[in-house]
């Protein structure tokens, strides 16, 4: 199972920070996700959106092993 982290407002949306989710990949874990709840899949589509497998971001697709952590990072903003 992988371990997968909410941050900032996509946490806040979805209602939780931390949770294991079974899935081999990339894909397959935004396709849990999206039947779980709809809106946090289109949130996690959205622009600026991030995705770090084990601490790296990644673009695209990724194979997800069972200890693997999956973090989505919402848009970053400052000055």
Request: charge should be negative; hydrophobic fraction near 55%; aromatic fraction near 4%.
């Amino acid at each position: 199972m992988a371990r997968v982290l909410l941050f900032g407002r996509l946490a806040d949306q979805a209602g939780w920070r931390d949770r294991s989710i079974a899935a081999a990949s990339l894909a397959a874990l935004r396709d849990v996700l999206a039947a779980d709840d709809p809106d946090l899949a289109e949130a996690l589509d959205g622009p600026g959106v991030q995705v770090a497998v084990d601490k790296a971001i990644v673009r695209g697709e990724a194979v997800l092993a069972a200890a693997t952590e999956v973090a989505f990072l919402p848009p970053m903003s400052g000055g």
